[in-house]
């Protein structure tokens, strides 16, 4: 734990020299001066996207970190160009300079926005029995992204299912207009040139703006409670910044619009766990 700033990119044989940086709970990204992207900290679900994961709880989880020295620095991501990086939970969302959108990591609460994952997905023991929808099944074949799977959690004498996910990066959608992404816990959010915005993953409290909320711990496939694939948030917007929960956006007439649960006491926002704002609401000040 540090207590003060540290210096990291000091040594220039071990750290690149960024110019952007995104964080979650357990890993880190970055894009250099030369707009490669790395990634350093937790690999336990595919978040570097260098083709790497880890095998489950006793041995790569974030909690144990048998191999600790591998997370120390950075690792580079393949050989694209970057403009923008967002780190989430367990996922990793970013933007190459071609414009075009990608994320990697587990394939759960439609994180990835490439749409539903599980064609079938019934629980049963000692492990579930499920199938995927063509194309992600595809991406399995490929080797991009891995099927669900199950590692011994000696503590606690039983095996522990693990999410599908990618290992590599996975295009959302096919435009080339893509200029900003935003992640936090368990949604993404990015803006285009055209003004527009589009979120999508989980939903529970409205954070999507896409006028819906519910419980997240639906039935698989997904239903309303998520949404898989980048939905189309009304009103022209030019920047974007989730939290947890929650999403707040500046219109391109530079007014500050949020929606979802958010405990940040903007006064005559309501939001809460019990009454969601499940559209961009205006915030006045």
Not at 84 to 103: E, F, P, R, V, Y
Not at 116 to 122: A, I, K
Not at 144 to 165: M, V
Not at 211 to 233: C, H, I, M, R, W
């Amino acid at each position: 734990t540090a207590y003060v700033p540290r210096l990291l990119n000091g040594n220039a044989a071990d750290w690149p020299v960024f110019e952007k940086i995104a964080l979650s709970g357990a890993h880190a990204c970055g894009i250099s001066d030369g707009s490669d992207l790395y990634c350093w900290g937790s690999y336990d679900m595919a978040q570097f996207g260098d083709g790497r994961k880890g095998d489950g709880f006793d041995k790569y989880s974030f909690r144990s970190q048998a191999k600790y020295s591998e997370y120390l620095k950075p690792v580079k991501v393949g050989d694209s160009k970057w403009v923008d990086i967002a780190a989430l939970n367990q996922n990793s969302c970013g933007i190459k300079d071609d414009g075009t959108l990608w994320c990697w990591g587990i394939a759960e609460w439609g994180v990835l926005g490439i749409g539903d994952v599980f064609e079938t997905y019934t629980a049963d023991t000692p492990e579930d029995s499920v199938t995927y929808t063509a194309s992600f099944q595809a991406l399995i074949d490929s080797g991009d992204c891995f099927a669900q799977f199950y590692s011994k959690d000696t503590a606690a004498s039983q095996n522990r299912r693990y999410p599908p996910g990618c290992t590599s990066p996975v295009q959302v959608g096919t435009a080339s207009n893509w200029i900003s992404v935003s992640g936090s816990t368990n949604h993404v959010c990015a803006v285009n040139s055209d003004d527009e915005l589009y979120c999508w993953g989980e939903n529970e409290y409205g954070q999507i703006g896409n006028g819906e909320a519910g419980d997240v711990y639906s039935t698989l496939p997904s239903n309303y409670d998520l949404q898989t694939t980048p939905f189309k948030v009304e009103g022209s917007f030019i920047a974007v910044s989730t939290g947890y929960n929650f999403t707040c956006a500046i219109s391109k007439e530079k007014s500050v619009y949020c929606w979802g649960y958010s405990g940040l006491g903007i006064s005559g926002y309501v939001g809460n766990k019990d009454n969601p704002q499940t559209t961009p609401m205006k915030i006045t000040f």
